[in-house]
């Protein structure tokens, strides 16, 4: 069945830091992919989408590609800031408004 | 305009107990996704539901039903609670009529259940 993989945790960066945080997905047809954030104690916030390849989603100065030929979604930011620190989680929809499936999270901490 | 509402915040019950759990979509929004979060995990899909009904189920027992009300607001109920129950709800709302564009889910706050 589908399925998302990304990079463990935590990841841990000083502020101004480049971030990459992985993520792979095994699906079949034409999912669309998202990425997540979730902040202490809070619900999952959209962060950015794609819905088809070579897309690229982009929110707040987080990027992410749609690449179908790696089956990868990596999210980059080029500069974290302290306020930045939460879980990401990458997640893909096989069709439109159906299950989410979301990989374990990636925890980033960023210290000043 | 108000976002996905849960109710309640926080909830504690004991094994065999059962309990529902409320949610209210974004405005405009006519289908609810129901998550269940365990610690230190993604979400993992329960059910959704549109026009009232069913829509498509994942791999968790019949101990999980729900419901969709008239005005597109949901129930969860969890019945014979497990230790292994104890977990982060999440409700999310999307609208599946119109455009693909709008397949993106909209999440509540959560409600965090803890079963003793």
């Known amino acids: 069945g589908d399925s998302v993989t990304q990079m463990e945790g935590p990841v841990t960066l000083s502020e101004e830091a480049f971030l990459t945080i992985n993520c792979t997905y095994t699906?079949?047809?034409?999912?669309?992919l998202f990425w997540y954030v979730q902040y202490p104690g809070e619900g999952l916030q959209l962060l950015l989408k794609?819905?088809?390849?070579?897309d690229k989603g982009s929110n707040k100065g987080f990027e992410a590609t749609y690449r179908k030929e790696t089956t990868s979604f990596h999210l980059e930011k080029g500069s974290v800031q302290v306020s930045d620190s939460a879980v990401y989680f990458c997640?893909?929809?096989?069709?439109?408004?159906?299950?989410?499936?979301f990989g374990k999270g990636t925890t980033l901490s960023v210290s000043s | 305009d108000a976002g996905v509402t849960q109710s309640p915040t926080h909830l504690i019950k004991t094994r065999g107990q059962q309990v529902t759990l409320r949610c209210s979509p974004k405005?405009?929004?006519?289908?609810v996704s129901w998550y269940q979060q365990a610690l230190g995990q993604g979400p993992q899909f329960i059910f959704q539901?549109?026009?009232?009904?069913?829509?498509q189920r994942g791999n968790f027992p019949d101990r999980f039903s729900g419901h969709q009300f008239p005005n597109y607001s949901s129930e969860l109920n969890v019945n014979a609670l497990l230790l292994g129950d104890s977990a982060l709800y999440l409700c999310?709302?999307?609208?599946?009529?119109?455009?693909?564009?709008?397949?993106?889910?909209?999440f509540g706050p959560g409600t965090r259940l803890t079963v003793l």
């Open positions: 794609a819905t088809k390849a070579d």
């Open positions: 999310a709302s999307s609208r599946i009529s119109g455009r693909r564009s709008y397949n993106e889910q909209f």
């Open positions: 539901y549109y026009e009232e009904e069913e829509r």
């Open positions: 997640a893909l929809s096989g069709q439109a408004g159906t299950a989410l499936i």
């Open positions: 405005s405009g929004h006519d289908t």
């Open positions: 699906a079949t047809g034409y999912p669309s």
